[in-house]
């Protein structure tokens, strides 16, 4: 078997992936969307508990 050396050719077009293009790797993006998601759901139970909760409760008093 005869070692093939790697030729470099660059007129050809070479196309990779966003994440292989961006400078972060896919588990710094899965991470961040993670996080990111543990934030929107935080701030939606918030909400609930804030403002849909007391509802129930003041329609059951009347």
Known sequence: ??????IIQPEKLISLCAVCVSDRNGGQIALL?????????AAGNWAWKKYFSNKNQRSQQK
């Open 1 to 6: 078997m005869i070692p093939q050396t790697l």
């Open 33 to 41: 969307i993670i996080i990111s998601s543990l934030i929107v759901l």
